[in-house]
């Protein structure tokens, strides 16, 4: 079966400081992936997707990035974090390719306290 | 752009009440409908969906139709639990060519009283 691991659950960086979260999914290959954040009182925000190993869309402009160095492995970064990059980070995948409705499989987040 | 949005929270009812979340979305196109639904201090998962107009999605015991002439997926449950309390959000999906992006409400947190 499929599984998605998403690490650290908590982190409290300060202001200024590099963030690395990682993501992994089992069980698939050539999955798409997708980072979301969810800010206080705000929905889920796409940041990044991937369809593939290097291939990385950017939907909001903003002071981070991901990266995919390998098939199922999704990496969101940061060399210097801001007050407002606070929230809860989602790492989520889905099943490529035929009709549109398919759906995502979510971690279980990483909640990020900036300071 | 996609957009979805759906009534403010948070909601609180007591057990066994009639819930109603509603959802209004616009879009281009025909986009798929979803429901997911976050436990506390877990991530998102998929509550039900429906991929056209008239469908229906439903499970354990929510339900929602997609009306494509309202463009609203309201979600309802006749007989809320405790364990249904949650944040709930509605979503539609937008992408072609094997990319699934989503496009998620701001959710709304109900609260199941005893």
């Known amino acids: 079966s499929q599984t998605i691991h998403q690490w650290p659950a908590t982190l409290v960086q300060p202001v200024g400081s590099p963030l690395s979260l990682e993501c992994t999914v089992e069980?698939?290959?050539?999955?798409?992936l997708y980072w979301y954040r969810q800010a206080a009182g705000r929905g889920l925000q796409l940041l990044f997707y991937s369809v593939g190993i290097g291939q990385i869309s950017s939907e909001v402009p903003q002071n981070l990035s991901a990266s995919r160095p390998q098939d199922r492995q999704f990496i969101l970064s940061s060399k210097k974090l801001l007050l407002s990059d606070s929230g809860f980070y989602l790492c989520?995948?889905?099943?490529?390719?035929?009709?549109?409705?398919?759906?995502?499989?979510f971690g279980s987040g990483t909640q990020l306290s900036v300071l | 752009g996609n957009s979805v949005t759906q009534m403010e929270g948070p909601v609180t009812l007591s057990e066994e009440a009639f819930l109603t979340i509603n959802c209004t979305y616009t879009a281009t196109g025909y986009p798929s409908l979803f429901w997911y639904v976050q436990y506390p201090g877990e991530g998102l998962q998929l509550l039900l969906k429906?991929?056209?107009?008239?469908d229906k999605g439903s499970n354990k015991g929510f339900e929602a139709t997609y009306r494509k002439e309202t463009t609203s997926f309201h979600l309802e449950k006749g007989s809320v639990q405790v364990s249904d309390s949650a944040v709930y959000f509605c979503?539609?999906?937008?992408?072609?060519?094997?990319?699934?992006?989503?496009?998620f409400g701001k959710g709304t947190k109900l609260t199941v009283n005893p």
């Open positions: 979503a539609l999906s937008s992408g072609q060519g094997g990319s699934e992006k989503l496009v």
């Open positions: 429906a991929t056209k107009a008239d």
């Open positions: 989520a995948w889905s099943v490529k390719g035929g009709r549109l409705g398919r759906k995502l499989f």
């Open positions: 069980g698939t290959s050539n999955p798409n």
